[in-house]
């Protein structure tokens, strides 16, 4: 699947925004990629996995998928149904990552940490720990979307499927066409 025919499924959903978006991170952004719309049909969801899979080298050995709440969690199970392995995700009850519902890792399992959306890789890096806690080698990282234009360190291998350039802005460094229009926070954690 190329960029465009990637781009091309987030269109078809209405997941491609234009506006001004705050992010999780706090940072401000003229675009959003609503990833629960694109992975609201589980075709799409599927065929946007299988492509993802297909660019993952061969020799990873994936044991098990894990991915944080909200956001990872169907991109998350997507991952694990093409790769034909179970997923898991982690919640934030208390603030920080961790595994609950009788979700267990087996020490040494090899667990690759997917993501819908990477911005500036924080929640991927406490998703890693959190994983890395609970027992599991995180071997790779992998989301639909790097935003971060391929600046986000999450200390493992990371292969997204498509890599955006999206300016984003501190709250109070907004460009004048930006600060002219209301921020909307369309995630699913507050900033």
Known sequence: MTD?????EFRAADALLEGHFILSSGLRSPRYLQCARVLADPKRG??????????????????IVVSPAMGGV???HEMGRALGVAA???ERPEGVFELRRGFRLTPGQRVLMMEDVVTTGLSSR????????AGGVVVAAASLVDRSDGTADLGVPFYPLIRLSVPTYAPDALPPELAAIPAIKPGSRAA
Not at 4 to 8: D, F, G, N, Q
Not at 46 to 62: S, T
């Open 46 to 63: 599927a065929r946007l996995a299988e492509a993802l899979v297909a660019r993952l080298p061969r020799d990873l050995n994936i044991d």
């Open 74 to 76: 169907i991109a998350g």
């Open 126 to 133: 406490e998703a890693i720990a959190a994983i890395e806690r």
């Open 88 to 90: 898991l995700f982690l």
């Open 4 to 8: 465009e025919e990637v781009l091309t």
